[in-house]
């Protein structure tokens, strides 16, 4: 069954991916820690919530992110339009009546009940702050999942997590660790096969091959959902770790090798003017 449409915080949600991306290299180990069980039960077969969500909650606080704007600035109309833009995105609609600015006449809204309106917004967000950072995380997902080679750096360094607490990860799931201390291999489900399809636009992610998989033009291609980071290299059935390759690219990557790509199809090319 194919993902239904959904309003996406997309402004928000680019903020927060390019902040966690920047960021990755200084605050990985910190963030794997903070939200270890977490991705532990993540990693060991396919859930919609992956790891790279959970990174990403550790950038986002929507509360705190506020509450630093409004002492912070002291400018009212700002961190009106900051919130308006965040329920905009979110698609929350209190029902409270917005602030008249421009029929105010108190400069610093000492008198009038502009202050008062703002803060019930702020209450709003507050009372609505874990289902807005879950809709802005799930909006950075989008982005994130779209770059193959964050994803290879983001696994490479979940590799290190999975082998450091390889006991823990056994103790909780041991029906999910070999006998050579790997993660096992588990099924794909249908929404997982179906993502990795359509983000790799039906062809091999290869970059030497780039052969059409969507069987429309050519049948004998077959498609192989491969693991970014294999399973032996203490990879992960996280979500995120996986790419679109045809049958020869995926047997000769084989089961040591972590190879990947940033190539893709854009919508159009920089070369072209016209």
Known sequence: MAANDEH????????????????????????FSCFKDEII??????????????????????????????????????????????????????NIPPPDFDGCGDEYHEKCNCKDVVEQLIGYIKEHQAKINELIVHAAFQFIFQDRRFLHDFHLELSIFIEENMEEI???????????????????????????????????????CRCDLSNLIRTQNTKHIDHIVPLDLHGSNDASNFQLLCQPCNTSKGAKSTASSSVNAPYWNIENKV
């Open 8 to 31: 996406l915080a997309f402004s928000s949600g680019i903020a927060l991916a390019g902040w966690a991306i920047s960021n990755f290299w200084d605050y990985n180990s910190e963030a």
């Open 41 to 94: 039960e993540s990693i060991v077969k396919p859930n919609k919530l992956t790891a790279v969500h959970h990174y990403l909650y550790f950038f986002q606080d929507i509360a705190d992110e506020l509450d630093n704007l409004y002492r912070s600035d002291y400018d009212l109309v700002r961190t009106y339009d900051f919130i308006f833009r965040i329920l905009e995105e979110v698609n929350l609609k209190p």
């Open 170 to 208: 056994e103790k909780q799931f041991p029906e999910y660790v070999t006998n050579k201390k790997r993660i096992k291999r588990v099924y794909f489900p249908r929404w997982l096969t179906d993502a990795v399809f359509y983000r790799d636009k039906g062809t091999c992610s290869n970059p030497e």
